[in-house]
């Protein structure tokens, strides 16, 4: 009889529960953000650090055992951009994925130069307080880049180089990022939720479901953001690096991965990259974006999981 008598109050508990869930799902989004980004972090075996060195504050994701593995970030992205890949690599291979220097929870000092000699600086002061002698090392968009004027600055460090949809191909064809650019309209700076909706629309080939009050919450950082990304953007613009000018200068192994629907960067630069030598590899991802690692993460992680055991 006692526990017949429990019954309603449990029932009252559970809507209680689901009635609170509810709330919170519209009322704090910044808690159901953060609370969904630990769950994917929990499931790949990655904790959040932080690490300071030369006046600068890094925060990154490391996880997992093996030979290191850094993974850097685009413009206007974070550590958190490589969490369902480094899901599938964490097994094998000790993953760092850092926040560069500007961006999500790092340093950001309006002072600072953030072309891409000063943040390839910051980053090798990273890795060297890390204690890291050599490692593997792939970027996406900016953050390949970055990876690739490292590689050429550090090659002893450098095992192996890995570039998701790099940004800097200079002799790639125009994407349709940069014809909107010329017509003044830059999707990356963000005012609202309308915005942040159609840049998901150009980073991905495939929109993925975002709850509503997530979207909200993520469009706000980029609002909030706006000052600082512009700066980088303009930081970045007036010190051009060619990345197919420098890649035959790092002499390890490099394979360039494209989404064959990347709207930002255009897709023609894995052929580019992958005509300047024999040893750079090239793979097409079909139906994806500017961002495989996200769109796509298993068979992206597959296709560099595969690359490093022919390192």
Known sequence: MRHKSLKPFVGILILLLVVGLAALYYVSPDWMARSALAIERFKAGLQKQSLTTNNMQFVYLSGGKGPAVVLLHGFGGNKDNFTRMAAR????YKIIIPDLPGF???TRNAEWNYAMPAQVSRLHAFITALGIQSFHLAGNSMGGGIATAYATRHPDRVKSLCLL????VSCAPPSELFLMVENGKNPFFVKDLEDYSELMKMVFADVPFIPRPIRVYFAEQMRKDQKFLKQAMNDILKSPYAVEKHICEYPGPVIAVWGNKDRILHPKGADILAGKAPRIQKAII????HLPMLEKPKQTARIYAEFLKTV
Do not use: I, R, W
């Open 165 to 168: 949809a790099p940004g800097n």
């Open 286 to 289: 079909k139906d994806c974006g």
């Open 104 to 106: 999500c929870e790092s």
């Open 89 to 92: 690599l964490s097994g094998d």
